[in-house]
Every structure is written in structure tokens, then in C-alpha cells.
């Protein structure tokens, strides 16, 4: 038994890597999925803030066909009527999915808050 480690000398003796090389590989892991939460979280923000800003286009624009009396539907054409139910569905769509971001921004900032919190030597 004590001549499989008495042969150990014979070859190359054991090293392990400094500490400040451990540090860095560390710090370089922890770097690069800070990074990718950044992104994702700077992404899902564009993309929410561009949604927004073109829903709040498509409901000013909605509201000229939709008029404002009360018995205006009574009235109004069928290519309107279509017009407007197609524009609820995309409203509708647009709405769902800024709440999905809204909520993947929320999970994002969590997931950089506890990532920070576990490595709290990380600067980002």
C-alpha cells in the first residue's frame, strides 16, 4: 500500500493552483452569469418598454373609429366593427404578454439579487 505513494515521488508531485488563480476562475463564473441576467433583464425591459409604447399608439389610434356616443356602435360600419374586434384581440395579446415581462423582469432582478447576496465578494 505504501508503495503506490512511495511511486507518487517518482513522478510529478501533486500542486494545486493558487488561491489567487482560484479567486479569478471563481469571480470569471460568477461574472458570466451576472452578464446573462444583465442581458436578459435589459432585453426584457426593451421589449416591454417598445410593447407599451405601441399599445399606448394603437389605443389613441383605436379610439377614432370607436367613437364616443352611446348608440355609435348602433351605426357604425361593418369593415369598422372588424376593424375594431381585430384591434381588441392584438390589445388583448399585447396586455397579456407586458404582463409577462413585467413579471420575467421581476424574476430577473431576483435571480441578480440573490446571485449577489451568495457571492457577496462579486462586483457586477
Known amino acids: ?3 503506490f505513494f512511495l511511486r507518487a515521488r517518482d513522478y510529478r508531485i501533486f500542486k494545486a493552483r493558487s ?3 482560484d479567486a479569478e476562475n471563481d469571480r470569471s463564473r460568477v461574472a458570466s452569469i451576472a452578464q446573462l441576467i ?3 433583464l435589459t432585453a426584457a425591459e426593451a421589449e416591454r418598454t417598445g410593447l407599451v409604447r405601441r399599445l399606448d399608439d394603437v389605443l389613441a389610434r383605436a379610439a377614432v ?3 364616443n356616443d352611446t348608440d355609435e356602435y348602433l351605426t357604425r360600419e361593418a369593415h369598422d366593427s ?3 374586434h381585430q384591434l381588441e384581440a392584438e390589445i ?3 396586455q ?3 404582463e409577462e415581462l413585467t413579471s420575467n423582469i421581476a424574476h430577473f432582478q431576483f435571480l441578480m439579487a440573490a446571485l449577489l447576496a451568495r457571492f457577496p ?3 457586477p
Open 1 to 3: 500500500m505504501f508503495q
Open 19 to 21: 488561491a489567487g488563480r
Open 38 to 40: 444583465e442581458q436578459s
Open 65 to 67: 373609429p370607436l367613437g
Open 82 to 84: 372588424q376593424l375594431l
Open 92 to 94: 388583448s395579446k399585447a
Open 96 to 98: 397579456r404578454r407586458i
Open 121 to 123: 465578494d462579486f462586483k
